[in-house]
Every structure is written in C-alpha cells, then in structure tokens.
C-alpha cells in the first residue's frame, strides 16, 4: 500500500462516516454510530475488524488480564475511534496514538458523530512514525 492508497482509504471511510451522520444525524449514543459505520463499510467492501483488541506487555511481562480496545481497524492499517461528544478532548487524541502504536499502524481517525458536518470539523486526522515506512 502506497501513501496515496492510504490517503484515498482514509476518504472512503471519511465518506461513509458522512453518509451515517446524514441518515442518523447527532445525538445517539456511540454504539449506534459504531453498528451503522461497520454495515456502511461492509456495503462499500471495506474491510475492517471491529473491537479489536489490544494485548498490554511491560518488558517480559504479558498483562494478560489487561488490554485496551480499538473501535475500528480497517485493512489493518488505520486505527478508527468513533466519538459521539461535544467535542474531542485531548485524551481521545492520546487514546487513538496509543492504539495505533500498539498495533504499528500508520494512520488513525477520531470521528465525532455529535456535530453539524462530519467533513467540516468532525473528524481528526493522525499519522505516526510507521507513516514513514510506508512508499510514496
């Protein structure tokens, strides 16, 4: 996968999230947004795992009982964390870098489906190191 096969996933997912927010509107609940958001991927043949989750290791120990989980990982190379609040807070930031360097993924979406427009302000784009390995 190039950057710009990268890039043209993020705009589908991106597209489907504005067709959810435009049959569903702001105001339910995350989960909601989250059943509508895997059937608008699964119709566009993007695939994607849902409630993915994330095993925790500190050094040589495997904290079994502990793990974190990521709402959407699609093509298992961008992390999508949907939100249904007022407005995103640093700590979704914070939780969506750490799941997508936890998984080695190089790109991550913050979807907020509590605003006016999806595409004006409704979503946060992310990119970390493992951005860089992948060719132009």
Do not use: W
């Amino acid at each position: 996968m190039t950057k710009g096969d990268l890039n043209k996933l993020q705009y589908e997912i991106i597209g489907a999230a504005i067709e959810v927010h435009k049959h569903m509107g702001p105001g339910l609940l995350e989960s909601v947004y989250h059943r509508c958001m895997k059937h608008e991927l699964a119709n566009r043949g993007i695939k994607f795992r849902s409630e993915v989750k994330i095993n925790l290791n500190y050094k040589d120990l495997e904290l079994e009982d502990e793990f974190l989980r990521c709402d959407l990982l699609v093509e298992d190379i961008i992390v999508v964390e949907l939100k249904a609040v007022e407005c995103f807070a640093p700590i979704h930031e914070t939780i969506l870098l750490t799941y997508m360097k936890l998984q080695e993924v190089p790109k991550g979406l913050l979807i907020n489906f509590t605003c006016s427009n999806i595409a004006d302000g409704g979503y946060k784009s992310f990119v970390n190191n493992f951005y860089r390995l992948i060719p132009d």
